[in-house]
């Protein structure tokens, strides 16, 4: 099975309403949301297709730097190879985009990755599952994400979530401790049974977010996700020792690699696998792995991705066992996208398209509908 050609699609995607983290806004409802596809098309005439969501608020990468990245460096080097050589091109790959501190360019990396994951699953004729020897799964329980810094909204949203059958609430907070905490009890207040997951997206100072962690532990909260700056392990160490609500780690993971840091430094309780972020399925699937053996807990997310990332992560979350409803948001921000056979949300659950590779049928029209050019 060889690589005979690779297209790449910018796109910008519609969006219901603005995302907006501690770090600024990553998706605008009157500018849409940057997404990259990837299409990798083999000798024998099968498809692979693949996804990348940058942002520059979660990572350096933007739309501009994945498209340029796959166009002038990674598709000259593995045209011509075998696409189930995963190894070897990963190798090559890594070899043309170099790391830094953590795995170079990942995000750009993830849609190649996904593309030729797809392509295998297609030309074998298996689902992702299948191809890891895994059972697939027809659905994914969600939590419901809320993001918001006001009370009546947010109090709204988590009524609704509690009242449509979603398990778990994600709260996005790190703006300031003092009203965080009123949003938590007004989430808390509306929806008292579903699993708490906070997170402050790096948001908070150490004494800042030890303060937050004493009243969390008071309203009720499961966890609580990447308070400070993704490179201070040391001081999640440190919050770890003067809290017992357990600490989760995103921003701080980018690679396998990095969780083995979180375990040797104590840094967390929970791991967050986001396959986007982390090169893609193959980084992602050792990222998990990895933590499983380490005893951590998996929390399962997304950027934002559209129905073929989110798809994708599903099939790899139920193959890691991830039990806790995912915070796969896209479906709550994206009115639309190219997958013909997106899932509906039904009673907190997302039913998954069935088929080989990640089951996901790209339409052209819509393709063209939301391509745009990008200068690079």
Known sequence: MIIKDLEVFPLSLPMKQSFQISGGTVGDSNQGAPHVYVKIISEDGFEGWGEARPSHRWSYETIETVVSTIQKYIKPVILGKKADDLSTIHEMIDKEISSGFSKGQPICKAAVDMALYDLIGKSSNKSLSEVWLGKSKKHIDLSYLISTRNLEEAAKK????????????????????????????????????????????????????????????????????????????????????????????????????????????????????????????????????????????????????????LTSSAHLFNYLGIHLPSDLNGPFFLADDPIQNSGEIEMGSILLPSGYGIGCEVDPKKLETYKIQVQV
């Open 158 to 309: 988590a009524k609704y979530a509690s009242e449509n059958g979603y398990k778990a609430v994600d709260v996005k907070i790190g703006f300031n401790v003092g009203f965080d905490m009123e949003v938590l009890e007004t989430v808390k207040a509306e929806a008292p049974s579903l699993f708490f997951r906070v997170d402050a997206n790096q948001g908070y100072t150490l004494p800042e977010a030890i303060k937050a962690a004493k009243k969390m532990e008071k309203i009720g909260v499961d966890v609580f996700e990447q308070p400070l700056k993704a490179n201070d392990l040391l001081g999640h160490r440190e919050l770890r020792r003067k809290t017992s609500l357990p600490i989760a780690l995103d921003e701080s993971i980018w690679s396998p690699s990095d969780v083995l840091q979180a375990i040797r430094l104590e840094a967390c309780d929970y791991a967050v696998i986001k396959l986007t972020k982390m090169g893609g399925i193959t980084g992602a699937k050792l990222a998990g792995e990895l933590a499983k053996e380490a005893n951590l807990g998996l929390l399962g997310g997304g950027l934002t991705e559209s129905s073929l990332g």
